[in-house]
């Protein structure tokens, strides 16, 4: 069984997965958290199945890119549960997972968060049967240039970046553009869970020693630091 975190984004959330399927999943309230916000979603999730600490076999987290500070807390939360309970740590790509949440033969997705001044960070990936393949690397880019990156056809965007930018990108890219907004295209715990489920099977845990959120660039207060 892996317990998965989601923590890129301030709609936090903690997952129990086994075989590919979701057990129980519990949402934390938005805003700011702290790692005890995790322990006791961990809590609940134990109470609602009756799982025990010896089921769980791997700890998934969501790496990023994402919010600075909710990645830090969420691997935080996950490397304690972790060194607690002797398991591996699974760091989950971010927008990988949530391009999981949307299957379809063939289907481009394009998941979007918002990363604050003036970019988003995005990928693409398309769905080939079972398997999503990556179409590019994790890209922190201007909105109104993200559409020259998209390859023809149909895509489907998802992630909080589409709140603010959903009409530039329906402007862009007219009816090929799918825009799922709201809850439903957030990402979330069970996605983290399902896809780290299968990293875990091919072996890539990672170092508790080493392991760190992907940023992918630098933070506000490390932008406004003076360059030696």
Request: charged share 20%.
């Amino acid at each position: 069984m892996i317990l998965a975190f989601e923590s890129a984004t301030p709609r936090g959330s903690v997952a129990l997965v086994s075989g590919g399927a979701v057990r129980v999943e519990v949402f934390l309230p938005p805003g700011p958290r702290a790692s005890g916000s995790y322990i006791a979603a961990v809590e609940a999730l134990f109470a609602a199945t009756g799982a025990v600490t010896g089921d769980v076999s791997a700890v998934a987290v969501s790496a990023g890119p994402g919010a600075f500070t909710g990645l830090r807390v969420g691997m935080s939360a996950a490397k304690g549960f972790c060194f607690g309970w002797g398991v591996p740590l699974v760091p989950v790509p971010t927008l990988l997972a949530l391009a999981h949440r949307f299957p379809g033969e063939g289907r481009i997705v394009c998941p979007v968060q918002d990363a604050r001044r003036g970019e988003v960070y995005a990928a693409l990936f398309r769905w080939n049967g079972r398997e999503l393949a990556r179409l590019s690397p994790d890209m922190a880019i201007a909105p109104a240039l993200l559409p020259g990156r998209i390859p023809d056809g149909d895509v489907l965007l998802c992630g909080d970046g589409i709140t603010p930018f959903g009409t530039l990108f329906r402007e862009a890219l007219g009816d090929r553009a799918i825009l799922v907004s709201g809850d439903e295209g957030l990402p979330c715990a069970s996605a983290v869970g399902i896809v780290g489920e299968r990293i875990f099977r091919d072996g890539g845990a990672e170092d508790l020693r080493t392991a760190v959120p992907f940023y992918l660039r630098s933070s506000s207060a490390e932008a406004l630091l003076p360059r030696p």
